[in-house]
């Protein structure tokens, strides 16, 4: 038998480099897995958390006379989260047109503002899992329009905000013609304008129009019908591949349930509450709905 011959310490040298290399390598390729996202730290490192929430469009979205700011709902629903954080919140208004590109850019860390879960938007953005909220489009209409039913915009012009999942239904389903206008107080000024047959928005925004402090100047105006246009679920927003920020929201939002916080945010600003009360006592029973799920994984 040939004697052993020791490997050169060159060699030896090289098969050192190369293990390191591969547990280098190995290290970065599970380090994702193990961390998906830095978002927490950096809100707690700034001691500050920043939420995109809708402008001033009662219930959710109300300006304060004294301050100029927006509150409501949302904003109070961001508040809770900051204060689990330990840190203070700062509110950003978004619109339709703004809000994806805010969050996606660093703007904003979540959108608490009224997004309704859909395909297309799930396939850009992350959410939390668990809806805080289901809401379906309504649609304003002049007394005199004679506007009953969906069906009866075929053919009209029908306001939405810009980005509204509202308006490939309006388009296909019912053949309306939709025009997008930069937010709800545009949509409203057209259909007082007689630019449009009818402007369509989330219901609870349009159902406070009518029954709130500012209803006498709507008098003349009334929902269509009480069919609402594709209920989905609300959802809070994240970017994408931010596997811990979402998972801490949806944790947040099982807690909202469970404790009746979410019900009692609902009432003490006249949102409507089938829903969470639904959703409440489902909770409450130790199940949870879910938005569906996304197109990637994260």
């Known amino acids: 038998m ?5 490997a050169a310490p060159h060699r030896r040298a090289g098969v050192a ?5 591969a547990a280098a390598i190995a290290s970065l ?16 490192q700034r001691g500050k958390l ?26 109070e629903l961001g508040e809770d989260i900051a204060r689990r954080l330990g840190v203070k919140l700062e509110t950003v208004s ?80 019912y053949g309306a013609v939709v025009k997008g206008l930069r937010g709800i107080p545009e949509s409203l000024l057209a259909l007082k304008g007689g630019t449009c047959a009818a402007s369509v928005h989330v219901q609870p925004a349009l159902y406070e129009l009518l029954h709130g ?8 105006y009334t929902l269509a019908t009480s069919d609402l246009l594709i209920p989905s679920p609300t959802v809070i927003w994240t970017r994408r591949n931010e596997a811990d920020t979402r998972a801490f929201v949806d944790g947040v939002i099982h807690d909202w349930l469970k ?30 709905d879910k938005a569906p799920p996304e197109i990637q994984e994260n």
């Not at 040939?2 to 020791?6: C, D, L, S, Y």
């Not at 001033?56 to 509150?71: E, L």
């Not at 009692?264 to 949870?288: E, H, L, M, N």
């Open 50 to 75: 920043v939420v995109g929430i809708d402008g001033v469009s009662p219930p959710f979205g109300i300006m304060d006379p004294a301050t100029g700011k927006v509150g409501g709902f949302q904003a």
């Open 259 to 288: 404790s009746g916080y979410l019900l009692a945010q609902a009432g003490k600003f006249g949102v409507p509450d089938d829903y969470i009360r639904k959703a409440t006592d489902k909770a409450r029973q130790g199940s949870f």
């Open 94 to 173: 978004v619109t339709a047109s703004t809000r994806v590109q805010f969050l996606q850019s660093g703007k904003v860390d979540l959108l608490v503002a009224n997004i309704q879960w859909t395909r297309e938007r799930s396939a850009s953005l992350s959410y939390a899992p668990t809806p805080y909220n289901e809401v379906g489009g309504a649609a304003l209409v002049s007394r005199q329009s004679g506007i009953t039913r969906w069906e009866d915009l075929k053919g009209k012009v029908a306001c939405v905000s810009q980005g509204s999942n509202y308006a490939e239904p309006l388009d296909k389903t």
């Open 213 to 220: 402090p500012h209803a006498k100047e709507w008098e003349g």
């Open 17 to 21: 480099v190369s293990l390191a290399i």
């Open 2 to 6: 040939k004697p052993r011959i020791p």
């Open 29 to 44: 390729a599970f380090a994702p897995q193990a961390r998906a996202d830095a978002t927490l730290d950096r809100i707690k």
